[in-house]
């Protein structure tokens, strides 16, 4: 009885001749993909550099650390294949290729070279950072929206990147605004703010999250408390802890920790600007 | 475990971050964080295989600065070998007492604080933990997150109603 697998290994060798191909590399981390879908390649092409603003390069098609692949099947179904693993099917691109380009960022987030990720918003206030990290769905972009608004630079409303020692690095992604259901890229000047430039050390670390009628008094934490609540929002924990927790500690020992529930994003801004001041400018 | 017992603070596997006065372990086998504040922390420092409990609390009363019951050094070593942070996992026993009577009778008897160990497990999944992105129609990454809905991905490709 012939082995039905070298087969069906060659119909897939065959078939990927077919496909078009891209790689690139960001943060140090190469990532390429792959399509046998003319409009799939074409939008995640166009979407890619834009993942990661200021630090995408074109690359070749070699040595990847991942590869991403979506194969639209001879049922006109699309599936998404991790480094050769399946991952999800999905009858249409729309939803697929924003579930793929979030999945590429995560990654790049979480094997990022010499950088720690943080899902958090960020901005900087005089010259000192101001991390706010925060699950999904938990309001992040509406306070750094109202930061930003009264002046704050902004440094990203998805990831606070860390460097070595501590300094936080802008991620100037355009603000994901949601609003009844849909969700609106939205540059940082259509709110008449201007993106971060350069790093910045940390001065604070704000964990909140919005609860409506939230007094939004502001607690301080202990470092060690802090890290470990923080420890939920740090994407390369698992991949990287070492490096991770050292990143952790310099950022945390200098920063002041403070949680609080908080109301409505415009009053709330102006009351941590005013408290950030007064403890540390 | 005896006064004259020696406890030996587990080394392997773990990674250490002096923060401030507490210090933070990070388990690699089981993917747990624990935060020890300063008395616990000061503890576990000195669980070095030579030191008995009594000197122990003798240490950790002429650093805090405050009379120091052995009965804290206990309270510490029970979170410590709970959370698996002593070489030897053994049973303490407070005499008797819960340990609530024992937090109680320390609390009573000393200005050190108590000592805490605090614990989380990092999340299984990056995309759990910072997304709440999923393929329309197919809600399976929604289940381990904490999106606003955990079984249903929106025309959208976001775990919401």
New interface residues.
């Given amino acids: 009885m012939s082995n039905p697998r070298p087969a069906k290994k060659k119909v897939l060798e065959k078939e990927l001749l077919d496909y078009k191909r891209v790689g690139f590399e960001a943060y140090g981390v190469k990532i390429c993909f792959e399509t046998n879908d003319q409009g799939v390649f074409r939008e995640i092409k166009r979407s890619l550099p834009g993942l990661f603003p200021g630090n995408f390069k074109d690359a070749g098609f070699c040595l990847c650390e991942s590869v991403y692949r979506v194969r639209k099947n001879p049922r006109n179904l699309f599936e ?1 294949i991790v480094d050769g693993k399946l991952d ?5 691109t ?3 290729n ?2 793929l380009l ?2 590429i960022r ?2 790049v ?2 094997r990022a070279v010499g950088r720690v990720f943080l ?1 958090a918003g960020a901005v900087a206030w005089k010259g000192k950072g101001i991390i706010i990290p925060a ?3 938990r309001g992040k972009t509406t306070l750094v929206g109202a930061l930003v608004k009264k002046g704050a630079l902004y440094f990203s409303d998805e990831f606070a990147v860390l460097d070595k020692n501590g300094r936080l690095h802008p991620f100037p992604k355009d603000l994901s605004i949601r609003s009844g ?3 609106r890229e939205t540059p940082v000047r259509d709110l008449g703010g201007r993106a971060g430039k350069r790093a910045v050390p940390v001065g604070f670390v704000l964990l909140t999250e919005y609860k409506k009628g939230g007094s939004g008094n502001l607690r301080q934490i ?4 802090g ?3 923080v ?5 390369p ?2 991949y990287n ?2 490096f991770t ?2 990143v ?2 310099k950022t ?2 200098r920063a002041i920790i403070a949680k609080s529930f908080r109301g409505e994003a415009e009053v709330f801004s102006e009351r941590l600007l005013n408290f950030f001041e007064k403890h540390l400018i | 475990m005896k006064s004259s017992e020696t406890p030996v603070a587990r080394k392997n596997g773990l990674v250490v971050q002096e923060v401030a006065d507490e210090v933070l372990v990070y388990d690699l086998d089981t993917n747990k964080a624990h935060c020890l504040n300063e008395t616990a922390a000061m503890v576990w420092r000195n669980c070095d295989g030579t030191r008995t409990v009594s000197d122990i609390s003798k240490v950790v009363e002429g650093k805090l600065g405050g009379k120091v019951n052995e009965d804290l050094i206990w309270l510490a070593l029970d979170q410590l070998g709970e959370k698996d942070l002593l070489e030897e996992k053994r049973e303490l026993s407070f005499s008797g007492r819960s340990r609530r009577e024992v937090i109680r009778k320390i609390g009573l008897a000393t200005a050190v604080a108590i000592p805490l160990v605090a614990s989380l497990t990092t999340p299984t999944s990056v995309l759990a933990a910072a997304s709440c992105a999923c393929t329309a129609g197919n809600p399976a990454p929604c289940a381990a997150t904490t999106c606003p809905s955990t079984t249903n991905c929106n025309l959208a490709g976001q775990c919401a109603p």
């Fill in positions: 998404l999800s099917v999905s009858p249409e729309l939803t697929l924003r579930f979030t999945l995560l990654r987030a979480e899902h699950g999904s769905f259901g849909n969700q202990t470092p060690g408390a890290l470990l609540e420890l939920s929002h740090t994407i924990i698992r802890p070492e927790l050292e952790l500690n945390l020992n």
